[in-house]
């Protein structure tokens, strides 16, 4: 077990550069966390550290209630302020490996307005299987942001949810796959905003988003993928 908890340490504390490469934090804002396989744990960001001092031993275990795990490393540290939502969504959606939480411009832009993204673009089709959903306004701090997750998300194909008035958070069945779903999640927002300020969006018929859907997540990449990581 402690040779997984120091994989995921590894994993979640590398991706969080990822955030910052692709320009969807600012300051301390966002996290990402990761489930340890086999265990009831998970791994997130200490609260309010800049994102240069994240390193693998200051990364924070947890247990699916929300709890540092005492006596672990990092655990002198306070969590990340959604640490009870991330925990919400592994405890009630067992398939989740990661979640990522950002407040990029795009996205938030949509959620500010509480509208879901439509789905207008292929790449949106084949990531996202549709529009990506708005969930409902939320207190910070509780897991009442993880019950909106996964009461948006649950049975739908997005992996992105846009919390109304806050931000995207987006799920994977890894940590890698969460973060990728943040960085399309705010591609397709940037994308579908221009395209509103040239005219109106041509909307692609449920048919062939299904086709998209199916192509990218079976065929597209190499057979050794992990489809959700291409």
Same mark, same amino acid.
């Given at each position: 077990m402690d040779q997984a908890i120091r994989a995921v340490r590894e994993?979640? $504390?590398? +991706?969080? /550069?990822?955030?910052?490469?692709?320009?969807?934090v600012i300051w301390?804002?966002?996290n990402v966390s990761g489930r340890?396989?086999?265990?009831d744990l998970f791994v997130i960001k200490p609260s309010g550290v800049s994102y240069d001092d994240l390193a693998p031993e200051n990364m924070i275990l947890c247990d699916l209630d929300g709890n540092v795990i005492p006596g672990s490393e990092g655990s002198e540290r306070s969590p990340s302020s959604d640490t009870a939502a991330h925990a919400y969504v592994y405890r009630n959606m067992p398939e989740?490996?990661?979640?990522?939480?950002?407040? %990029?411009t795009y996205a938030c832009a949509w959620a500010a307005r509480g509208e879901e993204i439509p789905c207008v673009i292929t790449g949106m089709a084949d990531e996202f299987g549709g529009p990506i959903p708005v969930g409902p306004l939320a207190i910070i701090g509780d897991d009442s942001i993880g019950q909106g997750i996964v009461e948006t998300l649950r049975g739908h194909r %997005?992996? $992105?949810? +846009?919390?109304?008035?806050?931000?995207?958070?987006?799920?994977?069945?890894? /940590?890698?796959? $969460?973060?990728? $779903? /943040?960085?399309m999640c705010e591609d397709v927002a940037r994308t579908v905003h221009v395209a509103r300020q040239l005219g109106e969006p041509i909307p692609i018929p449920q048919a062939m988003v299904d086709r998209y859907f199916d192509r990218y997540q079976n065929v597209y990449g190499q057979p050794s993928d992990d489809r959700r990581e291409k």
């Open positions: 994993d979640v $504390a590398r +991706l969080h /550069a990822e955030l910052v490469r692709y320009g969807l301390t804002g966002g340890v396989p086999g265990t989740v490996g990661g979640v990522v939480h950002t407040h %990029s %997005s992996r $992105a949810v +846009l919390m109304q008035n806050h931000g995207p958070f987006t799920i994977g069945v890894t /940590a890698k796959d $969460a973060v990728k $779903a /943040a960085v």
